[in-house]
C-alpha cells in the first residue's frame, strides 16, 4: 500500500521496466530497474534496492556507479534526455513509504569515472576486447 501511494504521490508513469541497457564500445551490459516520467515532466531512470531498516535506510556510494554505468549505455526506446536517476529504497520488514534519492550531476561524473576504471581493470584482468567480442557477436 505505501508503495503505490508513493508511486501516485510522484506520479510516476513508467515507459519500461525490467530492460538491458548496452554499451557497446564499452563493453558492458546491465539490467535496468526502470524508466518512468515523474511528475509529468522528468525522465526518471529508477533503481530499486531493498533494506530492513527502522528509520532511515542506509545509501551506498556503490549506487551511483551502477546508474552512472545506465546512463551512458543505450538501450532500445532511450529518450534523448534523462532528467533525474534515483535510487529507490524499499523496506524489507514493514509497510514503510519507499525513501529515494536523487544522485546529483556531480555524482554521477564521479561515478562514470569510477564505472569506466573499474570496467577496463576488469577487462585487463578478464582479457576481454570490447571489440573483438562484438565482432563476434556479429559473425553469430
Not at 554521477?108 to 576488469?122: E, P, T, V
Request: proline share 4%; aromatic share 14%; with cysteine.
Amino acid at each position: 500500500a505505501e508503495y503505490v501511494k508513493w508511486k501516485e504521490d510522484l506520479s510516476i508513469k513508467f515507459l519500461n521496466t525490467e530492460f538491458t541497457a548496452i554499451n557497446h564500445s564499452k563493453g558492458y551490459a546491465g539490467q535496468v530497474d526502470g524508466l518512468g516520467v515523474v511528475q509529468g515532466k522528468y525522465n526518471t531512470l529508477l533503481d530499486y534496492k531493498t533494506q530492513d531498516y527502522s528509520e532511515k535506510p542506509r545509501w551506498y556510494e556503490s549506487w551511483p556507479i551502477q546508474l552512472a554505468a545506465y546512463l551512458n549505455a543505450d538501450w532500445e526506446g532511450k529518450p534523448a534526455r534523462i532528467h533525474r536517476v534515483m535510487s529507490v529504497v524499499i523496506c524489507s520488514s514493514k509497510p514503510l513509504y519507499p525513501e529515494v534519492r536523487v544522485w546529483t550531476r556531480q555524482e554521477l561524473r564521479s561515478a562514470w569515472k569510477a564505472f569506466q576504471a573499474a570496467n577496463i581493470l576488469w577487462q585487463i584482468t578478464n582479457k576481454f576486447d570490447p571489440a573483438a567480442n562484438a565482432k563476434e557477436i556479429e559473425r553469430g
